[in-house]
């Protein structure tokens, strides 16, 4: 966010780069190339920058409050101020989160240590092409909770980012109140730091999870690519008369070995889930403190699926929209369950691993209900 006379936005915050050791990725060319690459954000006048800050900070700690009350999560917890940030700052906090994320997510099987995981890529050209997925996101994301980063509390893990400068440009493209849409932000991105530190175990077996599909993903480039006329053989028997493509996720999980799919499915699985319930909880809570969340859900909808022709083609490339039909199918599983077992009825997803439904059990809610209800 750009203001016209000085910057209002807090200095940014040191992050970490994630490439103090050896890495095949180097996030300090990716962070540098996403610098290099980021738009300036929209110009606004010292004084609405300010004010922007400040209620995106008070938001921050109004929404876990309404959050609690609604699921019934974490009432215990200290409620935090989230951290506002610009565009640079996200890029830094995203690549240190990811270093760390894969850094743990390796550290659960110490045999993926010596093992070369993305063999004959080159550290930098890898740096490169994140940096360059960083620039593109940097632009779009309106907010994130890094499960890894430092809260400044004891006892409490994760860090709230909330980008400013895209949050006040998408509320100006949308036409939509300011208060009101700064607050459906934060019920979202606060929902998903309350998953993390209300649930003790979902930190771990995301990261867990994570490892798995590194270990399995262990098949030389060559290995995969010896899949490739089979794949193109099974997407063409699902569906001869397919016009389109199957997207980059189909063509991913068709190239990919059963070990694969199966801890890929694990993967989406909870990132279904905990998006689709952050959804389902921003709208639910929205008609009490955010009077045009219909108009705000409506407008936004719209927006994820806009775009000139090269945003859609990047959206593809970078699986942000199968990321949105995440949010689609997660948010409908949610309300189908809530609507039939209540809240205090969903919030068994929350008891074990094992409560948590599968790939496919999320577009078969009543399946769920079943195993996990009787």
């Known amino acids: ?20 050791g050896p890495s095949a990725l180097d996030w300090k060319t990716a962070v540098a190339t996403a610098n290099r690459l980021l738009r300036p954000g929209p110009e606004v006048d010292r004084v609405h920058a300010e004010e922007a800050v400040r209620a995106l900070r008070r938001f921050s700690v ?8 609604l699921t019934g999560m974490g009432l215990d917890l200290p409620v935090l101020e989230g951290s506002v940030v610009d565009r640079p700052t996200w890029v830094r906090a995203a690549a240190d989160g990811l270093s760390q994320l894969t850094d743990a997510a390796l550290a659960e099987d110490p045999a993926t240590q010596s093992s070369d995981l993305l063999a004959g890529l080159n550290a930098r050209g890898a740096g490169l092409q994140a940096g360059v997925v960083l620039a593109y996101l940097g632009g779009k ?14 006892g409490q893990r994760g860090r709230l980012l909330l980008v400013a400068p895209n ?14 849409f700064r607050m459906w932000v934060c019920l979202h991105e ?19 999870s994570l490892g798995a599909l590194l270990t399995a993903m262990e098949g030389t480039t060559g290995e995969v690519l010896s899949r490739l006329p089979a794949a193109v053989r099974e997407a063409r028997a699902d569906n001869p008369a397919r016009e389109t493509s199957p997207g980059v996720l189909g063509l991913v999980e068709l190239l990919q070995s059963p070990d694969q799919r199966d801890a890929l499915d694990r993967i989406l699985a909870v990132s279904t889930l905990l998006e689709g319930h952050a959804d389902h909880v921003m709208d639910a809570v929205g008609p009490q403190v955010v009077p045009t969340v219909a108009t705000i859900r409506q407008r936004f909808t719209e927006r994820r699926k806009g775009g000139g022709l090269l945003d859609r083609i990047l959206r593809s490339l970078l699986g942000v929209d199968a990321k949105i ?9 949610t309300r189908y369950v809530v609507d039939r077992v209540g809240m205090d ?9 094992q409560e948590l439904p599968t790939r496919a059990e999320l577009v078969d809610p009543p399946a769920w209900v079943r195993r996990v209800h009787g």
């Open 62 to 69: 109004d929404a876990e409050t309404h959050v609690r009350e």
């Open 1 to 20: 966010m750009q203001a016209r006379s000085t910057a209002v936005l807090p200095p940014p915050e040191r992050a970490g780069s994630g490439a103090d």
């Open 345 to 353: 009825g969903f919030n068994a997803v929350w008891n074990s691993p």
């Open 190 to 208: 606060s929902t998903h730091r309350l998953q993390f530190n209300a649930v003790p175990w979902l930190r771990e077996h995301f990261t867990a």
């Open 141 to 154: 994301v309106l907010g994130q909770f890094d499960p890894f980063g430092d809260s400044g509390v004891p």
């Open 167 to 180: 949050i006040v440009a998408a509320q100006q493209a949308l036409g939509v109140p300011p208060d009101d």
């Open 325 to 333: 039909k995440q949010y689609a199918q997660g948010a409908a599983f």
